[in-house]
């Protein structure tokens, strides 16, 4: 397994391939779709959410926060422990907040960050009906390579599919090791690519995705 300063030195070599500004305003567009049930790309078949490993019981607690994005399960990647404080970046509709909140009990914390408002509106309404409320569960408007958090805040970081959209994933790592304690454990659930990636796929559209 590759050490988060590895990935970083992989990241730092990697060229930008579109202007940071459109490619988050395209990524941000695009989960708004999501978020209103209006489309959006990324989304997956019921039957597939079991294959990046989600349980049926994983799946009941989340409801309609699983919106069929992500690609991983990583609330189960940091087997996160009772009383745990946890970040997920790029929350969405909340669903690893969620199952991070089953996990870390009501001694534990939860937060989610995203870019989002319509995202964030969908989390909050979700933990509202779950009678989860702050400081347990809280949701935050941010960029993950800006969070919306304290030095030494939380003792797990977690993302599904998300630091790949980010123009910056570097400073991202870089965020996300600012708000870990130390000792605490980063768990992400993502997608590299291996290749060139054709010019087709280089657009701020193509990189929503």
């Known amino acids: 397994?590759?050490?988060?300063?590895?990935?970083?030195?992989?990241?730092?070599?990697?060229?930008s391939a579109t202007n940071a500004d459109a490619q988050r305003a395209a990524v941000a567009a695009d989960y708004a779709k999501v978020a209103?049930?209006?489309?959006?790309?990324?989304?997956s078949s019921a039957p597939n959410?079991?294959?990046?490993?989600?349980?049926?019981?994983?799946?009941?607690?989340?409801?309609?926060?699983?919106?069929?994005?992500?690609?991983?399960a990583p609330a189960r990647l940091a087997a996160l422990r009772p009383g745990e404080a946890?970040?997920?970046?790029?929350?969405?509709?909340?669903?690893?907040?969620?199952?991070?909140?089953?996990?870390?009990?009501?001694?534990?914390?939860?937060?989610?960050v995203d870019m989002t408002p319509d995202m964030l509106q969908r989390a909050r309404e979700g933990a509202k009906a779950r009678g989860l409320a702050p400081p347990r569960v809280q949701f935050r408007l941010g960029?993950?390579?800006n969070l919306p958090c304290a030095d030494d805040e939380v003792d797990v970081v977690i993302s599904n599919c998300v630091v790949n959209l980010s123009?910056?994933?570097?400073?991202?790592?870089?965020?996300?090791?600012?708000v870990l304690k130390p000792g605490g454990r980063l768990a992400i659930s993502d997608v590299v690519s291996t290749a060139e990636l054709p010019a087709r796929l280089k657009t701020a559209e193509a990189l929503s995705c």
């Open 143 to 145: 960029e993950i390579e």
């Open 49 to 72: 959410r079991g294959a990046i490993g989600y349980t049926r019981e994983d799946l009941a607690l989340a409801g309609d926060a699983d919106l069929g994005v992500g690609c991983g």
């Open 167 to 178: 123009p910056d994933k570097p400073r991202v790592l870089r965020e996300a090791l600012r």
């Open 36 to 43: 209103t049930a209006d489309g959006g790309c990324c989304v």
């Open 86 to 112: 946890v970040l997920d970046l790029g929350c969405g509709a909340g669903i690893d907040c969620f199952l991070a909140a089953n996990d870390v009990g009501g001694r534990g914390v939860v937060i989610g």
């Open 1 to 15: 397994m590759a050490t988060v300063e590895q990935y970083l030195s992989v990241l730092a070599g990697a060229q």
